[in-house]
């Protein structure tokens, strides 16, 4: 089994609609990401949080909102989607030590109508 | 503010040739440089880090890259190409803010012809 897993992993969805990204964890880490790829773009950071209680904004947080319902669950809600929102989504954990790496799960395609 | 600059979006060579892609930095503090392979429809998979251990790093696949504080670069080589090699690749600066955040390039996509 994955150690970052997102689910669904594939999602087509009209314009207004309520859409959540859910992403858990078995890697023990504090920390979680969730970035958004878009091609040409590269990978852009929506939201982040150090723990349950820390959820802070990225660069591109308009549209979206998260909830840490626990270390090892955050996810990912577009309250009112639209078609512009239409990308990858991935979620990603980190141990916060400064020379470490982020460990990404598979992605989730969204596709807004 | 830091920044990572990838030259080139597509990047074709022959199999069996060799592998150059271009990465460049901006940092006001010493950087920590990741190099990371998206095969399709699969997540983002560490090649190799540089933290400043060594200025050349060796990372899975046969993959190296070699960091160059004077020429703000770490581009990332392989010297034979193989089919499985084909992917998007991505360079990334880790932030001093915003959670430790990677902040990645453009991405370059690498075709790999027989």
């Known amino acids: 089994d994955a150690d970052v897993t997102q689910t669904p992993r594939n999602r087509i969805t009209k314009t207004g609609k309520r859409i959540m990204l859910e992403c858990s964890q078995t890697?023990?880490?504090?920390?979680m990401y969730w970035y958004r790829q878009d091609p040409g773009l590269g990978l852009r950071l929506i939201y982040y949080?150090?723990?349950?209680?820390?959820?802070n904004k990225g660069e591109i947080s308009d549209g979206y909102s998260v909830s840490r319902q626990a270390q090892a669950k955050f996810s990912l809600s577009l309250e009112s989607a639209i078609p512009n929102q239409t990308a990858l989504y991935f979620c990603?954990?980190?141990?916060?030590?400064?020379?470490?790496?982020?460990?990404f799960g598979e992605g989730s395609r969204l596709t807004v109508l | 503010a830091q920044s990572v600059t990838q030259l080139g979006s597509h990047v074709s060579v022959s199999e069996g040739a060799l592998v150059l892609l271009r990465c460049n930095y901006s940092?006001?503090?010493?950087?920590?440089l990741f190099w990371y392979v998206q095969y399709p429809n699969q997540g983002l998979q560490l090649l190799l880090k540089?933290?400043?251990?060594?200025?050349l790093v060796k990372g899975i696949n046969g993959f190296e890259a070699e960091f160059k504080k004077s020429e703000t670069s770490f581009h990332l080589t392989k010297p034979s190409a193989h089919m499985s090699d084909a992917a998007e690749y991505f360079c990334?600066?880790?932030?001093?803010?915003?959670?430790?955040?990677?902040?990645f390039g453009q991405g370059t996509e690498l075709s790999v012809k027989p």
């Open positions: 990603a954990t980190s141990t916060g030590v400064s020379n470490g790496e982020l460990f």
């Open positions: 890697k023990g880490h504090d920390r």
């Open positions: 949080s150090f723990d349950v209680k820390d959820i």
């Open positions: 940092s006001s503090v010493p950087p920590y």
């Open positions: 540089y933290t400043s251990a060594a200025t």
């Open positions: 990334a600066v880790r932030s001093y803010n915003q959670g430790g955040k990677l902040i």
